[in-house]
């Protein structure tokens, strides 16, 4: 049985590896040089899930300021590391990163077509509170979805679809 994945910070020398994960998606991807500013920036958490020396997954949190909210701008699990609770553990871990940053709630988008992510955001507990026509560059539409940091609070500022 494979050694539990870590989660920590992203480091430089992850830069190839993140890259590699991006590369399994058709599009939207972070470059080189994306991945490199968001290492360097103090307003976003790029973090990473590792095992026996290789990296599994990552997420990347945006926190604008003089925002109440941060938003999930990616997150990424290796295809041979998904089924086993990776795509959660990041999902939870992006919670923790918005809400000790002083964040009330997290956002993020998702393919319309993309029921798997969509099926995890949901059984996390985020609501679906906008349609995103045409939101991705190869014009397929999106879902904005939103959940509160806050312990017991279930209300959005924004209505669900």
Known sequence: MPSP??????????????????????????????????????????????????LLGY???????????????SIAVDPAARGQG??????????????AA?????RLEVRQDNRAAAALYEAAGYHRVAALPAYYEDGAPGWRYARTMTKGLRKLNERPC
């Open 5 to 54: 994945a870590r989660l920590r910070d992203a480091r430089p020398d992850d830069l190839p590896a993140l890259l590699a994960l991006e590369a399994g998606f058709p599009g939207d991807r972070l470059s080189a040089r994306q991945f490199r500013h968001h290492l360097g920036n103090p307003r976003a958490r790029l973090r990473v899930a590792a095992a026996g020396g290789r």
């Open 59 to 73: 997420h990347l949190v945006l926190l604008r300021q003089g925002s109440a909210w941060a938003r999930l701008y």
């Open 86 to 99: 990776l795509g959660r553990r990041l999902l939870a871990d992006a919670g923790r990163q918005a809400a």
């Open 102 to 106: 002083g964040r009330t709630g997290l």
